[in-house]
T-cell receptor, first 110, second 110 residues
Framework: DTGVSQNPRHKITKRGQNVTFRCDPISEHNRLYWYRQTLGQGPEFLTYFQNEAQLEKSRLLSDRFSAERPKGSFSTLEIQRTEQGDSAMYLC????????FGQGTRLTVV | RKEVEQDPGPFNVPEGATVAFNCTYSNSASQSFFWYRQDCRKEPKLLMSVYSSGNEDGRFTAQLNRASQYISLLIRDSKLSDSATYLCVVQNTGFQKLVFGTGTRLLVSP
């Protein structure tokens, strides 16, 4: 048990709907990362927080993606107007500096 | 050129064999290095950090060559349970984002 919790574990949504995922990191970890992974690929960086500050966001992310970490604890990742290409595993990790991952949220857009 | 490159494999080896994976990285300012293990449809799990002097954990040995910008993972006396994808991870200065390779798949057979 890594201590990082992600909800929901699975999400099936229709194209065009909005979805929101939650990540609860290990309590003493101030860095939090979001990654996306598709089959046969390594995790792809999405964004990164140090406490409540969002320090970096991937240029690959469209404006449909937004993430928050309002109190420096849990984080949410929202995808607006989902597309079939958004189907992937969304992974959250907390650190420092070794990262520990949650079990992920598997998103399927139909 | 990808920031972190790995041979995707698969590496097929018999039980008891020794197998080695290499990973190259392009950013000479990279500061921290890790190997993660990922089982099918599971989250990545930290296998070991990689230190400049090299380090060993049981059957696993990791080495770093900063001059040539590569890291390696050696697995001795392979077990069936070692079958997984091994992800090379690089972190740049200031403990910024973790950059993952695509992973090397290992299959250990009886």
């Amino acid at each position: 048990d890594t201590g990082v919790s992600q909800n929901p574990r699975h999400k099936i949504t229709k194209r065009g709907q909005n979805v929101t995922f939650r990540c609860d990191p290990i309590s003493e970890h101030n860095r939090l990362y979001w990654y996306r992974q598709t089959l046969g690929q390594g995790p792809e960086f999405l964004t990164y927080f140090q406490n409540e500050a969002q320090l970096e966001k991937s240029r690959l992310l469209s404006d449909r993606f937004s993430a928050e970490r309002p109190k420096g604890s849990f984080s949410t990742l929202e995808i607006q107007r989902t597309e079939q290409g958004d189907s992937a595993m969304y992974l959250c990790a907390s650190s420092p500096p070794e990262a520990f991952f949650g079990q992920g949220t598997r998103l399927t857009v139909v | 050129r990808k920031e972190v490159e790995q041979d995707p494999g698969p590496f097929n080896v018999p039980e008891g064999a020794t197998v080695a994976f290499n990973c190259t990285y392009s950013n000479s300012a990279s500061q921290s290095f890790f190997w993660y293990r990922q089982d099918c449809r599971k989250e990545p799990k930290l296998l070991m950090s990689v230190y400049s002097s090299g380090n060993e954990d049981g059957r696993f040995t990791a080495q770093l060559n900063r001059a040539s910008q590569y890291i390696s993972l050696l697995i001795r006396d392979s077990k069936l349970s070692d079958s997984a994808t091994y992800l090379c991870v690089v972190q740049n200065t200031g403990f910024q984002k973790l950059v993952f390779g695509t992973g090397t798949r290992l299959l250990v057979s009886p």
